[in-house]
């Protein structure tokens, strides 16, 4: 089963909410950093590395001796990452998104594929925990080949756990695609619903299960709430603003380590999932309080 | 020689676009001959990315030498310049104006980008 933790919002405690369910589920558990420009789920799972591999894409490389300036190269390219200028091409391997296209069309054969690095592939493994991250080199724009080729490395069994980027743009699309469930981690503010309600929409475009968590439930307004009642989104936990998660959370602890008495909030949460998914065919969902309640529709 | 000018419109009177990538038209003058004729810049208007890139090709493809503009990013002054075209930035007012600024020699090439990519 893959479950994937996403939000509209960044900050909202998308990783918070990843790493803390990853210990409260029964083994084996995998964990997928795929936020790869700031993956920090490692500052609180605190893994032992024993393997990185660099993931590349293929980027044009141009034989200007057989380039015969015909242009096919760069009517083909779709991000103008190739260009054809009098007398020769012209690459810019930054803006390529390495389809191969270029060196396909080539009537001459002047252009062969090279490889381009853009990040590196972590593996390693925290407590009896299997951990995989993808790290963006800095300055690279095209974050979704490596998301993919973390994501090559899901386990096949047991529960694997994708921690996504914010937003609702193609990283978060490569993330999210495949997952069983995704959990929406929200926070009661207008800035919250504002892109809660974006990343709900995405969420029914892709035709995903998801479900939604409220952070710091008791501050803020009750509007998050609200909308997901109103839209029929079970609302899977609402987590109280504590000062002992901030505390925790500011020295890389685990919530449900350093504040036990959270820990059965964070179980109730795992629990809601697959019981959401067992229950879809019947139009059920499940209430913040454990209990069935019947809805009119699954919220898809 | 040929010079392309950006322009906001597609006259000698319309104001010269600041932007090359992203310029709404070109105005392609034929220093020799005194004509001109102006293309809209469609192609890269509506791109996602490379604009710029994708607008120094358009130029060289109509021949120009010299390309006069408002400013000009690393990747489009580096494609230019690759294409030997010269690059005047910091044109301002009409089209006219700006060529006629140019002739007098009180508009001179850059020698390098004046902005970052995307400003």
């Known amino acids: 089963m893959i479950i994937a933790v996403a939000s509209g919002k960044g900050g909202t405690g998308k990783t918070t909410i990843a790493v803390n369910m990853a210990f409260c589920l029964p083994p084996p558990v995998m964990l997928l950093d795929c936020d790869v420009e700031e993956p920090n789920c490692a500052i609180f799972l605190k893994p032992v590395i024993r393997k990185a591999e660099s993931c590349s894409l293929p980027a044009p490389v141009i034989d200007q001796a057989a380039c015969n300036a015909c242009g096919e190269c760069s009517r083909i390219c779709q991000y103008n990452a190739i260009v054809v200028l009098k007398q020769s091409a012209l690459a810019f391997p930054e803006l390529c998104h390495g389809c191969g296209g270029c060196s396909k069309i080539c009537p001459t054969g002047a252009i062969t594929e090279g490889e381009r690095v853009i990040g590196v592939i972590e593996f390693g493994a925290s407590r009896i925990m299997e951990f995989v991250q993808g790290r963006l080199d800095v300055g690279q724009p095209l974050s979704p080949p490596l998301i993919r080729a973390v994501k090559r490395h899901i386990a096949p069994e047991g529960v694997t756990i994708i921690d996504c980027p914010p937003g609702t743009s193609c990283p978060v699309i490569t993330a999210v695609r495949g997952s069983d469930f995704v959990v929406l981690v929200t926070e009661p503010t207008p800035f919250g619903l504002h892109d809660l309600k974006l990343a709900v929409e995405t969420m029914r475009t892709l035709g995903l299960h998801f479900g939604v968590v409220i952070n710091r439930a008791d501050v803020g307004d009750a509007n998050a709430a609200q909308y997901c009642h109103y839209e029929q989104i079970p609302v899977l936990l609402e987590l109280r603003d504590d000062r002992r998660v901030a505390v925790a959370y500011s020295k890389g602890q685990l919530v449900v380590e350093a504040v036990p008495e959270l820990r059965p909030a964070f179980e109730r949460l795992c629990r809601k999932i697959p019981d959401l998914w067992h229950l879809r065919e019947a139009n059920v969902a499940v209430g913040e309080n454990g209990a069935a309640e019947h809805r009119r529709a699954w919220p898809i | ?119």
Not at chain 2, 23 to 28: C, E, G, H, K, R
Not at chain 2, 33 to 40: K, L, N, P, R
Not at chain 2, 43 to 72: F, Y
């Open chain 2, 1 to 119: 020689m040929k010079i392309i000018v950006t322009s906001q419109g597609g006259s000698l009177e319309s104001p010269v676009d600041p932007r090359f990538g992203r310029a709404a038209w070109f105005l392609i003058y034929d220093s020799e001959t005194g004509q001109h004729q102006v293309i809209e810049n469609t192609q890269s208007v509506d791109a996602p990315q490379g604009a710029g890139i994708k607008a120094a090709e358009t130029v060289s493809r109509l021949g120009a030498e010299v390309v006069i503009t408002g400013h000009c990013g690393p990747k489009a002054f580096h494609t230019l310049r690759a294409a030997g075209i010269r690059v005047v930035l910091a044109a301002e007012g009409t089209i006219a104006s700006a060529l006629d600024e140019f002739k007098a020699g009180r508009l001179k090439p850059s020698q390098s980008p004046d902005v970052e990519g995307h400003w």
